[in-house]
């Protein structure tokens, strides 16, 4: 996907891309209406068409915008051009949080501490939006150089007002940063949020995750199973409460982490204010009498011990998720032999019926005596309306019945007023097949001030390349249609529409006509074919045939230009030609568009030689040049 230097919506100017992820591009903007710096993410080309990933696209802009805080990053448009879907967003200069943990390893406590304060205040903000990231990792958390940290993309966001069971065949989200019951394909709210930013805080604290392994099926089982090491024992320079932070944030029980990011972001200010202050206990660590006593090199056996000492409770509860994850187990092996047992079944069903169908159609086939397509036609075709000028309310209204959805894309400003249609994807006139069609439109805004009219210059005679350039300088879009000239050579513009010297706003369409060339070669080659084998068919066999074509052998001897006249005759018509010797003057004509007959008689053809012979009348080619919808190109 090439971008770089295109203009989107006829204000964003792509400069650089940025970055790009599974699902779409990054780039960098400038957005020319607001002179400011954006980043817009383009969806992949070969995901436009799945309507899963633009749905999950779409919802990351619905989810996101609705987002204010300075902790997220804000989300400015959305839109749809050439087939692209893209988001625009404010553009944060600045590094990932992993980079900058990768670079420093271990973050001193309180800073890890403040920034993910500041990571839960924009979690906050989306969770009273009802909104879930379901993705947080340092990879989507961008840090500026004053150290201000901004979440960002929420591709896989979702509304919790809506479904929120995660499929255990595509689990979303970085395996290390999983929480348990997306692992288990179980429910997910805002607390699998708080689980994913307890991994941050670990890795922040420690230089680590608190799982790994070679696979990341191993990995999410560990996420379901097992206990971190206490972050203590990897750092003895982090106080208490931090550690007791920590493994709240960390529990494999819904229930009994942090309540909301408020509560999480509370207990993270007291610490940061007060590292000495009790929190409490937590079902995750260990007594709290042992876990007290500074850590030091010498210190690490006696925590082993009291961790192992620990675990005697953490078991009980494994074995209880054991049971659990067999049970699922158990009642997803049932559901999959009820599936295959029903797809079996219905397949039956299918089989029977199309046999049952060829059985119908071959007897509808033997009574009409008919082909199949006859039966079965070719499918309806619908031509798309010309909705320009139109009101987007009236256009809706009067084409809905028709099967088309006519859908809002964007706004321009322009003369004309709000609510008029300035232009539409699908060029009036074409050929679509369904029922159910949708025409993406821009709009005016009706806000056009004088200062946005420009002057659109001649770019007629010039080349098709030379012209798109300038029009782009004026600050106009191009769109190019091709057609046959015979006066104007080749790839040289005939005329343009808005006519030059006429006033547009900035970013609107001129539309090139430019010439393809001439097209009479074919045509001639024709009819000089068929003139000779016409010759060939002798006077008396084609007499009958005469009679039709001599309207069209007259036509072409008015012809201006013809080299050669000649008449055939029908049945005692003579003609005369110039040429001598047997047979007549052949009589010719080509023209685009036209048709030029042909026809033999018992014509007698005169000149030098005398002789009597049939005459031939030339055979012309009828041609109706046909234009292709034009295309929007920027």
Known sequence: MELVGKMLAGRYEILEEVGKGGMAYVYKARCHYLNRLVAIKVLKEELSDDKEFVHRFNTEAQAAARISNPHVVSIYDVGFENGLYYIVMEYVDGITLKEYISEKHVLPWKQAAEFAAQICEGLSAAHKQSVIHRDIK??????????????????????????????????????????????????????????????VLYEMLTGRLPFDDNTAVAIAIKHIQEKPVLPRILNNDIPQAMEDIVMKALNKEQNLRYASADAFLADLRKVIKNPNIALGASADMADATVKRTPVGDD??????????????????????????????????????????????????????????AIVVLAGLFLVVKGPLADIFGTGDKVEIPNLIDMKLTDAQN????????????????????????????????????????????VVSSGSASAAADKTIGDYTKLKVDEAKKKIAADGFRVNVIEENSDDV????????????????????????????????????????????????????????????????????NNQTNQNTTGT???????????SSGTGGGSSSGSSSGAASGSGTGGASGGGTGGTSGGASGGSGSSSTETQAPPAISN
């Open 568 to 578: 055939s005759g029908n049945n005692g018509s003579t003609g005369s030609g110039s």
């Open 398 to 441: 009067q084409y809905k019945q028709q099967g088309f959805s006519i859908v809002k894309n964007g706004e321009r400003a322009s003369d004309k007023e709000a609510g008029v249609i300035l232009e539409q994807d699908k060029a009036a006139g074409t050929k679509v097949s369904g029922k159910d069609v949708r025409i993406f439109v």
């Open 489 to 556: 050579a080749k790839d040289l513009v005939i005329r343009q529409e808005p006519a030059a010297n006429s006033k547009a706003a900035s970013g609107s369409l001129i539309t090139l006509y430019v010439s393809k060339g001439k097209s009479s070669e074919a045509n001639d080659s024709t009819n000089s074919t068929n003139s000779t084998n016409n010759t060939n068919n002798g006077n008396t066999t084609n007499q009958n045939n005469t009679t039709n074509q001599n309207n069209t052998n007259n036509q072409n």
């Open 299 to 356: 210190d690490i056996d006696r925590y082993e011990r009291a961790r192992r000492a620990s675990n005697e409770e953490y078991n009980r509860y494994a074995e209880d998720i054991d049971r659990d994850v067999e049970e699922n187990r158990r009642k997803y092996m049932e559901r999959q032999r009820a599936v295959k047992a029903q797809k079996k079944k219905e397949k039956r069903i299918t089989i029977a019926a199309i046999a049952a």
């Open 138 to 199: 340092p990879q989507n958390i961008i840090m500026t150089d004053k150290e201000v940290l901004k979440v960002t993309d929420f591709g896989i966001a979702r509304a919790t007002t809506q479904a929120t069971t995660t499929s255990a065949t595509s689990t979303i989200g970085t395996v290390h940063y999983l929480s348990p019951e997306q692992a288990r394909g179980g429910y997910t709210n805002e607390k699998t949020d708080i689980y994913s930013l307890g991994v």
